[in-house]
T-cell receptor, first 115, second 113 residues
Framework: SAVISQKPSRDICQRGTSLTIQCQVDSQVTMMFWYRQQPGQSLTLIATANQGSEATYESGFVIDKFPISRPNLTFSTLTVSNLSPEDSSIYLC????????????FGPGTRLTVT | GQSLEQPSEVTAVEGAIVQINCTYQTSGFYGLSWYQQHDGGAPTFLSY????GLEETGRFSSFLSRSDSYGYLLLQELQMKDSASYFCAVRDLTTGGYNKLIFGAGTRLAVHP
């Protein structure tokens, strides 16, 4: 199984600023995903980050607001730009290997509060 | 599009058995997964069913009926530590051609002494 760490674990940011979240995996993986989860709610996929290609964004999420980098097979960043209180949420990264569809491993999440 | 329905809350006592149902609507189907999430924690994988039938893993079992677009998670010999949210999820293809998980709204299970 993959072990995933995220930094920061939580942050409080001011409106209009940006926050970059880092996701580090202890093994090389092909597929990485970024999710958003409001406390007590379901997980919503923001984008899929495949190493060596542009991230694929889900409906309602755009690259200008949520730029993603995937420089290698163990690391990715998600930036939440031009923050507003509506961006307050938990952001999680997850990984899985191509062809192994039965399991995703999730990071511990980053709790973002925008004031 | 994809949609999943599961009960929002379930309550049970220690030692009991509880079943959490999930019905889904998908344009294509690649399997039904279950994840557990404790408050403040990360979702963790419990089970995956691609074919009809029952999969058993210790105290937890998962069932799938593809013809009924229905599955359930069965938790036996409930313990206090089973209090958590449980999500069913189905796979779909992203716009980029990669498979992705679509999660249900989650069922919050409260286990009481």
């Amino acid at each position: 199984s993959a072990v995933i760490s995220q930094k920061p674990s939580r942050d409080i940011c001011q409106r209009g600023t940006s926050l970059t979240i880092q996701c580090q995996v202890d093994s090389q993986v092909t597929m990485m995903f970024w999710y958003r989860q409001q406390p007590g709610q379901s997980l919503t996929l923001i984008a899929t980050a495949n190493q060596g290609s542009e991230a694929t964004y889900e409906s309602g999420f755009v690259i200008d607001k949520f730029p993603i980098s995937r420089p290698n097979l163990t690391f990715s960043t998600l930036t939440v730009s031009n923050l507003s209180p509506e961006d307050s949420s938990i952001y999680l990264c997850s990984v899985e290997d191509v062809g192994i569809w039965d399991e995703q491993y999730f990071g511990p999440g980053t709790r973002l509060t925008v004031t | 599009g994809q949609s999943l329905e599961q009960p929002s809350e379930v309550t049970a006592v220690e030692g009991a058995i509880v079943q959490i149902n999930c019905t889904y609507q998908t344009s294509g189907f690649y399997g039904l997964s279950w994840y557990q999430q404790h408050d403040g924690g990360a979702p963790t994988f419990l089970s995956y069913n691609a074919l009809d039938g029952l999969e058993e893993t210790g105290r937890f079992s998962s069932f799938l009926s593809r013809s009924d677009s229905y599955g359930y998670l069965l938790l036996q010999e409930l313990q206090m530590k089973d209090s958590a949210s449980y999500f069913c999820a189905v796979r779909d293809l992203t716009t980029g051609g990669y498979n992705k998980l679509i999660f249900g709204a989650g069922t919050r299970l409260a286990v009481h002494p």
